[in-house]
């Protein structure tokens, strides 16, 4: 619709402006002036009420006179009351509470409120009749006005002048000043993206472009004369320090015409309609004359409600990451954890163990502190499982392992050494204080009620300054005492120290009864060593490792009873290292998903010889080397091993390590091939007895691990430290993306794909490699960072589903509970 001129809208303003007006002094009584009128009427109203009343009078007619009185009052809302009062005083009629109403005037003349009228009878005067009226003028200050026409000039002089100034300001204001900037000015202020606004010092908007109009959706000259403050702005959220405090402080613009200085980067929300309230970035600067006087304020509006948005959700994918990160880490402490314990005693495992003791070895031979060892073994425990089977013992072992570790004081280590075996170290403790701690051990064990009956332990005790060189040697003098305990009765404890010369021989010949080789002397083997060079294959090869820590548990079953502690603690470690070699090998190969080509094996069987080099210049131990390097030497012999032994001049360790590392590969899965069962792999050790093994020890392999359980032979793909590896791996590549390190991110996105695609973990190896792929092009920021986002959830959700499961099937103590998400 055609909008009229502003010519013709202030003509029209100002003519019924001018209507109004007399409109409100005729509806205000002001022109005319009634009183006198009204005066009369009142007059003459009451004259004829008298003259009435005479004639009832002289009739005396009372009641007449009452209704006639009633009907008046009625009919005159203007009355109060009237009364009807004789000549002694006394009022005779009384209509509307007149006696209470009434007022006598000082003079006793009738005024506009009160008139007073004789009633004549005859000649004489009978009474007066009273009528108390309404006031004619209001009460206040309308209640004098001189005359009418000077009232209405001095009403439509100063109401005009006001109203008149009040309306032509509001017009004035609406006049476009646009008009006078130039078109090519308005054109380039048109054509900027950002909202631009030139204010004048009330803060009413003056100039306007088309983004500014389109953001706030007015048309533009609706906006001019109106205050940009009036708008529903609203300190954004967004906003760094945006407080409950600040969210009352003076829009930007304002501040620049109060303080004179601009003003910028101010976040502010404005919510048009319904719509999503839109962010701009507001920036005002002051305007000046040629004499720099402010005349105003110029204020840019940018429109950054998608920029704002992409913040937000960029906060919150890197909220949800870091909340990812922490869970994983936690997670990652519970693996930990879980990796150092024997999932049946909840104790720690040999390799924790060993890595705990070699610790508090070296810092009491540092601080010469006391240290003691205990050997413990159950008595006839054999007979448990034959007798009332393999559940009842494992019973039996979790609820010793439960005394032994609630007698055990906080420092102590407690550890399941064998298959019915615990070992305790005493920090700080001498001999005579750890044979006393041993005889607790024994007492609890024997006062505690089992669920088949009685159990009873014994006890071998040694110590520091028994003169052990190093762990092995002092774990090796508690076996040699625990066998005498065992010799001279069981569930007693035996100390070394003083042992008899027959019984050690004994026990010597004994414990070695099986053993085809001579003890060897060299350094010891540090574990620690050991477990750092484990760790470096799990970087290299994940699987390898975990193979590799498999062997090394089924050669600790088969040796028991077969070797003494110290052979069988060399040849653990062999198995933990007899495939260090394949760090020397090539990712392309060593990762490799397919099956290898003739090439890549021989390149691959280059690894025992790398292994052997890497083992001998690591450890001087010459029995250590020689298991590794003759573990794949056949029995039988084979003409593609020259130059390896034969028979029985393998060294047993080697001949063990061979039949372990070969029930454990037949018991993986692989790219080319579906693990084989228990009782395949079984059949095929056996089928190879005489020609490739020692078919002595490999009905004796056979029994020992049939005797342990079925937990101790499967070959799965994601353990422990197969999920610990991996959520290593994803507490490194958080640390990169906190660090923006885009090459080790992409480093720790291959190898964690490289990784769980070898183990078959397919899902986290296609957002790893999604995640590779991203970081290609370092600009699609929140790409990368949902790559990241759902591959840390992912593999926090792995984590926690194997957490999980290992809670809910293993008796956790409350220590390991507590660390469980």
Known sequence: MKRFSATIRIAFGLTSLSVSLLLAADWLGIIRDDAPAIMRGRSRLCESVAVD??????????????????????????????????????????????????????????????????????????????????????????????HPLVLLILFFTSSGVLVFYLFLRRVLQQLNPARVVPARVRSALDALAEGLVILDQDGRIVLANKSFSQAIRRPEDRMLGSRVSDLPWKRSQCAEGTTQENESEADPWMKVLDEGSAQVGNILDLQIGDDTPRTFLVNSSPVKDENGKQRGVLASFDDVTQLEAKKAELQETLNNLQASSEEIRRQNRALEFLARQDPLTQCCNRRSFFEQFETIWKSAGRYNHALSCLLIDIDHFKLVNDNHGHSTGDQVLQKCAAVLKSTARDADIVCRYGGEEFTIVLPHVEIEDAVRAAEKFRAAIENTQFPHGKVTISVGV??????????????????????????????????????????????????????????????????????????????????????????????????????????????ENAALLHDIGKIGVPDCILLKPDSLTADEWKIMHQHDRIGVEIIRASFRSKELTEIIENHHAFFGGNSTRIGLPTGNDIPLGARMLSIADAYDAMLSDRVYRKGRSQEEAFAELQRCAGSQFDPVLVEH???????????????????????????LQIERLASALDQQDVSGLQAMASRLKETTAKLDVTEIADKAAELEASLNDEEQLMTILSAAGELMDLCRSTQYSYVRHAHHTQALSEDAAELIP
């Open 53 to 146: 009343l005479s004639l009832f009078a002289s009739r005396s007619e009372k009641d007449s006179m009452e209704t006639s009185l009633r009907a008046i009052a009625k009919r005159n809302p203007e009355i109060i009351s009237i009364g009807l009062r004789r000549a002694d005083g006394e009022v005779l009629v009384d209509v509307g509470d007149h006696t209470a109403e009434w007022r006598d005037t000082p003079d006793g003349k009738s005024t506009e409120t009160n008139m007073r009228v004789p009633i004549v009878s005859g000649n004489e005067t009978w009474g007066t009749v009273e009528v108390l009226f309404e006031p004619i003028r209001p009460p206040g200050p309308f209640g004098w006005r001189p």
């Open 462 to 571: 040694s110590s520091l300054k028994m003169g052990a060189g190093d762990p092995r040697e002092l774990l090796t003098q508690s076996d040699k005492a625990l066998y005498a305990a065992k010799r001279m009765g069981r569930n007693q404890v035996a100390q070394w120290d003083q042992l008899t010369d027959d019984v050690v021989d004994t026990g010597e010949q004994l414990t070695h009864a099986t053993s085809t080789v001579e003890t060897k002397t060299g350094s010891p083997v540090p574990f620690q060593a050991v477990t750092a060079l484990i760790s470096a294959l799990a970087y290299r090869d994940q699987q390898t490792a975990e193979h590799s820590r498999r062997v090394a548990d089924l050669c600790v079953i088969a040796a028991e009873g077969l070797m003494s502690l110290r052979e069988c603690y060399i040849l």
């Open 701 to 727: 392999f056979i029994q020992r691990v049939k005797g342990r359980g079925a937990q101790t032979t499967e070959a799965a793909n994601v353990s422990i430290e197969t999920a610990l590896s991996i959520g």
